[in-house]
């Protein structure tokens, strides 16, 4: 792909690191409104799903540390956003939950990230096409196997 303004070809990881941070800052800016941050907003609608997710997971979705989850997590049960109940089966483990107050500043904050994002120049079947996109191109980096058989056909330069 070719940058228009500059004439000269984009790469995949910084046309992806602008769409990020581009779309960051618009959500940065309806979460701040609401007094919360995209961290936080991550374990959120990680949570929305009414399921209970162990620490190591929501910290793994969430793209933080885990020290820095429990802090944002304990902020969040001080909110009564969150709460933690233990795993049944596993009592060693916490499982966080979203509170009724929680789900309710899911579905609020959801409903204007919808509202802002639909104003995007983005047709509905490019949407869902990009999405599927970025589906696969997750799938292709988190699997182990095909990242060193890669790596192995470019050793060998048959990549």
Do not use: C
């Amino acid at each position: 792909m070719t940058d228009a303004r500059a004439g000269r070809p984009q790469d995949l990881t910084q046309l992806l690191t602008r769409a990020e941070r581009l779309l960051s800052r618009r959500l940065t800016t309806i979460l701040d409104v609401e007094g919360h941050s995209l961290d936080a907003w991550r374990v959120i609608s990680l949570l929305s799903d009414g399921a209970g997710h162990h620490m190591t997971e929501i910290a793994e979705h969430a793209f933080l540390p885990p020290a820095t989850l429990t802090k944002l997590v304990d902020h969040l049960v001080e909110d009564n956003l969150v709460y933690r109940r233990g795993d049944e089966i596993d009592r060693r483990r916490v499982r966080a939950h979203l509170t009724p107050r929680g789900r309710r500043l899911h579905q609020r904050i959801s409903q204007q990230i919808d509202a802002s994002t639909s104003t995007l120049a983005i047709a509905a079947g490019e949407r869902e096409l990009l999405q599927e996109l970025l589906t696969s191109l997750l799938d292709a980096l988190d699997d182990p196997a095909a990242t060193a058989n890669q790596q192995r056909r470019q050793r060998l330069g048959t990549a």
